[in-house]
Structures are given as structure tokens and as C-alpha cells.
């Protein structure tokens, strides 16, 4: 049987020279291709040692490192399913995904096992491993203790439609779900990828690429780790996004993908000019909208035109800017700011109307999406996921556009209640649901408000009960206690009443029209 298993792709892209360097960290370690395998291969070993049951979920909330993407590949290899969660998550973020998931392993920072490995436990999961990131913990010290022979392993063998990861996303409304993701969904995308951006072998040059985002989530772990390891590419890894330090390696590398907020704060520094970036190939940007003063500034300074892409945690990516000429769309080759350009090759997109008819060329309507890379469902929800397809298997992004008649599409909103800050989700009905549980709160509104650094950020607008004080400031403090940070409102206001519609609706684009400044 042919193993389709991503990680038998990616390790089969690996330069024939293993002692070249694969990884290069800001903190000055390097690892070789020869590295990389051998430590997937031993993790991949211990977690077969533990005699998992077939697809189970290897849940892991830790600091960015080599050994936590050495982790997620060895997931791969071992042919069980990755669950990567936000390191800002708190205990009882936690308790929902571990409860809903039901991982037989759970990695956690040795600084949180005692609550991690609690809720882990209560859960039914059997293993609870630390991880942190100065390669120590309790999954390295049992992998390295197998003896002989186990940095050898033999890649399971799995089918394109097998589970390789799932991926919790916010509800609008309810718990969050977890999208179902197959090695077939994420090797299809990296393959289309991989074209679709001109990324060159080592054989042709070679590209490097900077690695500065998180790797919980779709963009930092798929898009720019597959992107780099299916090409055989260096990664320069950096723990954590610092501009400066950014610019002060930025000739070594070839690509940079980020997040918007990331090319605001590297525009706020003098260093980055066209000097910094003469050896760039690629800027690529997604997860949020790109404002186009951010994107008419990058060239401006750097003489390159950022590469706009947008995508999802149910689909990765979806639509993207030209890098070179694509003959699908009469070979334009220009990246046009303010757009997500052209649906990728493989990805059906069209836009539809509330009667679910579709819309004329530069009307706006509901953004549906079919192809290879759309997810398999949300985890143990099969409503949920009806709900969320059309009869004839077209996913609702919940995003709305229009697609002009060169091609391009354009983000113009959501139909989803849902704010992108600094290229996180956050939904305010999850946060005006704890603000209702807080002490004299009789209900709340929670809107996002344009930001210059985050794009967006959230305001919580509160009404008291009768007779209560409730304090804007106490608010936010308890807030801070519950829920991971990136989600606490900037601004909060207590209010006497919130504006409503005929039928009782919160009004909540006159809520952000009135709180859109301090
Ligand atoms: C940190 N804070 C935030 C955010 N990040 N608040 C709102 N939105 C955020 N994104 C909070 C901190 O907790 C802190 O609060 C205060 O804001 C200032 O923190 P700061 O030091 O400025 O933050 P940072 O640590 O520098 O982080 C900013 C960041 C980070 C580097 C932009 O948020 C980040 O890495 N974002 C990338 C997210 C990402 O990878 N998204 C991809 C999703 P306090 O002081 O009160 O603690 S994948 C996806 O969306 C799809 C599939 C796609 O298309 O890619
Ligand atoms: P997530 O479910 O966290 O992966 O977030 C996916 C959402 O991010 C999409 O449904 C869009 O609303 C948004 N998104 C991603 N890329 C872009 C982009 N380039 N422009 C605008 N919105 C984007």
C-alpha cells in the first residue's frame, strides 16, 4: 500500500547532505537535516512504546523550540493525531479542549504540569509529558532513554484521508470546535504551495526562510514549516517575534511570513530599508487583513510588494496573490493590495447570495470553498459540521467578498461575530458570556474596534444590575484570570443601556461606531 503520510513527504524532500543545517535558532544552535530525523524518529518511538490506541490525539501546549516542531512531526511519523493549543491558555480553556479531545498524551511546560497533568488526568488521558524550551522535560529524558537503534523508525503508513491533526476554532456561538485535518488535507496544500510560490530546491539556489510565528496554530505550523521542510529550505527559528532582531538577520533569509501586526512593528523601525531586505525573495502576509498603507509603506521602504494570502484553520490556505505569473488568470503576476488575490490552484471559491444563488462578478455575497485542503468535519460534532457545508460540499467560510472580474478576490467583512487581533481569533460572545458570569453584571457587548498595532482589538461595552457598581477596571482583572490574554478587551465601559433594534438585537455596529477611539 502507498504510505501517504505527510511526514513521509516531508522526509522525503530532506537534502541528500543530512549534515547540512536544516535549523538555525536565535539563541545559536544548529541542527542538521540528520538531527531533525533522528529526533522525530525517537519521539516517534517512544510515543509507539506507549501502546496508544490507533488514532489518538497528542495533545501539546508548550513554548516554541525545535524539540515542540520535532514533536509534531514525530506525531506525524508515529501516524497519530497533533493537537497543538495555545501556550496563553489558561485552566479553563484547557479543561474544554483536553475534555472534548480526549488525548491519550498530553506535553505540557513543566511549569504548569501540576494543573495541566490534573485536567489531563480527570480527562482519562494515560501520559503527561513536560517539554520545555531549553530542551529539558520529561519527554526528552524517556525518549532519550530507549537504548540503541531508537533514532531509527520506520514512518507508519497512513492514507491521504487520515487524521494527522485537529484544530480548535472559536464558535460564534457554543464551545469551540475542533477542525479535523488529514494528512491528504495539509500534504495537498503544501504541495500546491510549494508551485504556487516559486519556492526553490537547494539544487536551484535555495530559499531560507525566517520563522518568526507561533506554532499552535495553521499559519506558523503548516503553511511556513511545511512550506520550508517540503523544499528541503533552512529555517532561521526564532522563539519569539522581536523586530529588531528580525532586521538583524534579515539578509540571511529569502522568505518571511507574518501576520499584519508583525509588518506594522517592523515598520516602525528605522532599520528596515532596502539594504536590509536585498537578498528577501518573498514576503508573504495573512491570518488578518492587511491594511493597504501597510502594504503601499513596505514597498515603499523596501522596494518588495508583500504577498497577501488568505486561508483558514478548516481549509489552510484558500486564495493567494500572484508570486509569479499564473496562466490560470491571463498571467497577471501583480499583487494587488487590499485583495487576497486568486483561489488557489485545486480550490473552488465562489461567492453567494442569502438565497444561495451565486452573485455577479464584483458583487458581494458569502465566501464558499471546495477542494482537497477543506477538512474532514469538526471533531465528534456532525451537525456542527452540516451546518456548516452546502448540499452540494461547498464549506461556508462565514467570511464575505466579492471576486473582481480580473479574478481577484477581496475580503470586504465576516458574517461571523468574530474579531482577528493581531492574527488571533477571538469571539466575543466566549468573552461576553464570562463577563455575564462576573459579580453585578447584568449583560454585556463585546465589539472590535480598529487598532494600529493589532489591526483590531476588542472594547467590552457593560450594563449593571440595579443597584450594583461594577468597576471597568475589575472587569478586565477578572477577565485576565479566566481567559488566555490575547483575548481581554482593551477598553471596557459601563453603561446604562446598549442600543437594540426593533427585535431586541444588540446594535453592534453603533457600538463600534461610538467606541471606535479612547
Ligand atoms: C498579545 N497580546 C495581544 C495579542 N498578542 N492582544 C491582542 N491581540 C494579540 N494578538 C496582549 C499581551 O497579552 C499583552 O497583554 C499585550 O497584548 C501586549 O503584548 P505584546 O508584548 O505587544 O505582544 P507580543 O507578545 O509581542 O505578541 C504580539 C504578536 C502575537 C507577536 C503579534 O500576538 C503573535 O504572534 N500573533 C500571531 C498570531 C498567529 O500566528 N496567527 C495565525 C493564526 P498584557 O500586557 O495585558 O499581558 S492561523 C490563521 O489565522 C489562518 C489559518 C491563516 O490564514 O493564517
Ligand atoms: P482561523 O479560523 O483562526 O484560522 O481564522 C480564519 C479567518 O481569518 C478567516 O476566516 C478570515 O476571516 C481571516 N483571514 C485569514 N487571512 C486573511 C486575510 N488575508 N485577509 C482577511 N482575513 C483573513
Known sequence: MKNENLFAALRAAFPADLDAIAIETDNGLNYSWRDLDRATAMLANLLESLQLPAGSRIAVQVDKSVEALALYLATLRAGFVFLPLNTAYQSAEMEYFIGNAEPAVVVCASKNFGWVSKIAFKAGTRHVFTLDDDRTGSLLARAAAQGPGSDQHTVATRQAGDL????????????????????GNLLSNARVLKDYWGWRTPEQGGDVLMHVLPIFHVHGLFVAVHGALLNGSKMLWFAKFDPKRVLEKLQQATVFMGVPTLYVRLLAESGLNREAARNMRLFISGSAPLLIETFNDWTAR?????????????????????????????GLSERRGGT???????????????????????????????????????????????????????????????????????IVGRSKDLIISGGYNVYPAEIEATINTLPGVAESAVVGVPDADFGEVGVAVVI???????????????????????????????????????????????????????
Not at 488568505?310 to 491571463?330: F, H, K, V, W
Not at 453567494?352 to 477543506?374: E, F, H, L, R, T
Request: net charge positive; glycine share 10%; hydrophobic share 35%.
Open 164 to 183: 494527522a491533526a485537529i484544530l480548535y476554532t472559536s464558535g460564534t456561538t457554543g464551545r469551540s470546535k475542533g477542525a479535523m485535518l488529514s494528512h
Open 340 to 410: 487576497v488575490g486568486f483561489p488557489l490552484p485545486g480550490v473552488s471559491l465562489r461567492v453567494q447570495d442569502d438565497a444561495g444563488q451565486s452573485v455577479a462578478v464584483g458583487a458581494i455575497g458569502d465566501i464558499q470553498v471546495k477542494g482537497p485542503n477543506v477538512f474532514t468535519g469538526y471533531w465528534q460534532m456532525p451537525e456542527k459540521t452540516q451546518e456548516e457545508f452546502t448540499a452540494d460540499g461547498y464549506f461556508k467560510t462565514g467570511d464575505v467578498g466579492q471576486v473582481d472580474a480580473d479574478g481577484y478576490v477581496t
Open 302 to 330: 523596501t522596494g518588495h510588494t508583500i504577498l497577501e494570502r488568505y486561508g483558514m484553520s478548516e481549509t489552510t490556505m484558500l486564495t493567494s496573490n500572484p508570486c509569479n505569473a499564473d496562466a490560470r488568470y491571463g
Open 464 to 518: 449593571a444590575r440595579p443597584g450594583a457598581r461594577v468597576a471597568p477596571d475589575n472587569i478586565l482583572s477578572e477577565l485576565k484570570k479566566v481567559l488566555a490574554n490575547f483575548k481581554i478587551p482593551k477598553r471596557c465601559y459601563v453603561v446604562a443601556e446598549l442600543p437594540r433594534n426593533t427585535m431586541g438585537k444588540v446594535q453592534k455596529n453603533l457600538l463600534r461606531a461610538q467606541y471606535q477611539k479612547p
